[in-house]
């Protein structure tokens, strides 16, 4: 059974940090692209971040230089540091391991919430 568990959001003051943590079980972790997305209600979910497995990045244009997307194949965790936060970053933020159309799986989500 695949599960992907988020932990790390919370309330921060705008300017502030979150580190968020995705822990995964189930898959062959390596072999997976690992990201982050976000959703606002009545908005589509987005991406935030991906990274490959061998430890390649791609960012939303919202986050770059301020948000940094990392992997540790080792505890088959993936993290998202999120740094200068803004009251725009408020969304629930979902991880997702995805190596293909039928192997794509999400977490349960975790809130950020950025106050101004």
């Known amino acids: 059974q695949v599960q992907l568990v988020e932990s790390g959001g919370g309330l921060v003051q705008a300017g502030g940090s979150l580190r968020l943590s995705c822990a995964a079980s189930g898959i062959i972790f390596r072999v997976f692209n690992m990201g982050w997305y976000r959703q606002v209600p009545g908005k589509q979910r987005e991406l935030v971040a991906v990274?490959?497995?061998?430890?390649?990045?791609n960012y939303a244009e919202s986050v770059k230089g301020r948000f940094t997307i990392s992997r540790d194949n080792a505890k088959n965790t993936v993290y998202l540091q999120m740094n200068s936060l803004e009251p725009e970053d408020t969304a629930v933020y979902y991880c997702?391991?995805?190596?293909?159309?039928?192997?794509?799986?999400w977490g349960q989500g975790t809130q950020v919430t950025v106050s101004s």
């Open positions: 990274i490959t497995g061998a430890g390649s990045a």
């Open positions: 997702n391991a995805k190596q293909n159309i039928i192997q794509n799986f």
